[in-house]
């Protein structure tokens, strides 16, 4: 793999030097090696994922007094676009993990995000079970989750059953959270229920990208939910309070994604390093003396240090609206971050598969290979993508100019 050094400071680098210096280099690299090998044999990376939990991957953001690592929101995603690099699929499964964590951190006074919070420092990652759509649309699947804790007075647990369809990461995931009606006051509750009895996680995902994320189906039977694990509610939000509250869940994939395209870049520099034979029609004898190849790989460096400045654009807009939470600016900040998490995703999501195709163009006939695996590029970017698709945003960027209208405030945005 391709790293910085001394004689060519310009070079890409798989990792950053703040995932060196939280010691995660040797993970990242590990998983980076492994990762053509994953996808050929469609082995899920229960393994890798365990070991980044142990290592505080799932507690990046707490402070390093209170059992994490201490970094800032941007820091987060610039080692989370280092483990992107090295596999989305990885990087991906700890999105909803890090999302929750992210909530939890803002309000960590209220019980319910302090026992989120406590599960990170325990090394644990937690898991949703809330619904992802009404299923309105042709095609689309409902997730019918836990709606209601039914009390069980003999053993003094609450019970519930329910499904999460496009489980991201609840293959891995130690806990799961949700919002029901608990039956006593018959009033909405959020709950923490951990992984045993009754819980059962499929990996049935069939997409063609992205295919180790553990997106399938979580199945809640009868399962028992604690007394102390129900919480009240998040208290409302105040009528002024800014009222995006998904921009992290965009600028995270989008992030993803610019991994994947400094992948490209590291997997260009050794496909053209290892092919031996030119096309004869060619001007040099070794393919990476072909000017026509060194030109290509310095297009696929351009755009892909684009598409990942981009990231970087809506990542600094998600920061500063963190650190503008509570003050005047709040409102402002918050709706530029969501229109820089538009803006972003628009162009990488133009971009990014374009680079994926020009690494093929740069191996050429060496390069479709099912050993290597180089498709995946592909359509890891084009699955992750399509989460939310940029048509949408488009539109959006163009109505906010020409009416100032807003995005709409629910996910996605």
């Known amino acids: 793999m391709a790293e910085l050094s001394q004689s060519n400071p310009g070079a890409v680098a798989l990792v950053s030097p ?5 010691g995660l280099s040797s993970a990242i690299a590990g998983i980076a090696a492994t990762a053509a090998q994953r996808e050929r044999a469609q082995r899920l990376p229960h393994e890798e994922i365990a070991a980044l939990k142990s290592l505080g991957f799932g507690a990046l953001r707490l402070p390093a007094d209170d059992g994490g690592h201490g970094v800032s929101l941007s ?9 992107a690099a090295a596999d989305s699929n990885i990087a991906h499964a700890f999105r909803n993990h890090l999302w929750q964590v992210e909530a939890a951190l803002q309000n960590r006074d209220h019980p319910f995000h302090s026992h989120v919070l406590d599960l990170a420092r325990r090394r644990k990652t937690v898991g949703l079970s809330f619904a992802d759509t009404d299923a309105t649309a042709a095609g689309a699947r409902s997730s019918r989750v836990i709606s209601r804790l039914e009390w069980d007075a003999r053993r003094q647990v609450y019970v519930g059953s329910g499904d999460k369809v496009y489980a991201t990461g609840n293959l891995y995931n130690d806990a799961f959270v949700g919002v029901a009606v608990e039956s006593r006051e018959n009033a909405t509750v959020q709950y923490v229920l951990e992984r045993g009895e009754g819980v059962a996680t499929e990996d049935d995902w069939q997409g063609f990208g992205q295919r180790l994320t553990g997106s399938g189906t979580a199945r809640f039977r ?4 604690r007394a102390d694990h129900v919480y009240p509610p998040d208290p409302p939000k105040s009528p002024d309070a800014a009222p995006w509250g998904f921009t992290f869940h965009q600028v995270y994939l989008t992030n993803c994604i610019a991994g994947i395209a400094r992948r490209v870049v590291l997997d260009g520099i050794e496909v053209l390093r290892a092919r031996q034979r030119n096309f004869y029609h060619g001007e040099a004898v070794q393919p990476a003396d072909e000017p026509a190849l060194q030109a290509l790989l310095g297009r696929i460096r351009a755009y892909a240090a684009s598409i990942e400045a981009s990231a970087d654009r809506a990542v600094q807009a998600l920061q500063h609206a963190l650190a503008s939470r509570g003050t005047r600016d709040d409102y402002a900040s918050v709706l530029a971050a969501t229109l820089a998490a538009s803006e972003a995703k628009v162009v ?7 680079v994926a195709s020009w690494l093929i163009d740069l191996g050429s006939g060496s390069a479709v290979s099912s050993v290597a695996a180089l498709d995946r590029h592909w359509r890891n970017i084009k699955v992750i993508a399509s989460h939310n698709p940029r048509l ?19 996910a996605f945005f």
């Open 392 to 410: 949408y945003k488009e539109r959006l960027l163009g109505q906010n100019l020409l009416t100032g209208q807003l995005p709409p405030t629910g």
């Open 348 to 354: 990488i999501d133009d971009l990014a598969p374009q």
């Open 18 to 22: 703040l995932s060196a210096s939280l």
């Open 222 to 225: 009868e399962v028992a939910v």
């Open 75 to 83: 820091g987060l995603f610039t080692v989370a676009r280092d483990l």
